[in-house]
């Protein structure tokens, strides 16, 4: 079984059945001048469009605090990922706060 470093995303419950990932591809060349080149992120990259893959989820562990609560978001690198969900997420939320009489 090959691990890929793979952020995924699902949107909120009720905005869409979409899953959305972000990819960092891993190429590079050591201080010997070989090349290396990540195996699960090339092989995603080299798809052709519409492929499938067959993957794995699990259950994030973040949440967002009362809606009262502003947030600040540092996101560097694949951290990009569960912050956008976490927008996305508040997003959500606000637009049914106000939705609410």
Known sequence: RIMADIWGERAPKG???DLD?????????????REVKGLCSNFM?????????QCSLEKGTLQLPPLQVPLILVCP??????????????????MTAKSLP
């Open 77 to 94: 690198g694949t951290g990009l990922s569960p912050c956008r969900a976490l927008v996305q997420e508040r997003h959500q939320q606000v």
């Open 15 to 17: 905005l869409s059945e």
């Open 21 to 33: 990932l972000c990819v960092g591809i891993v190429n590079s060349v050591t201080r010997s001048n």
């Open 45 to 53: 990259k080299d798809a052709l469009v519409g492929s499938r893959f």
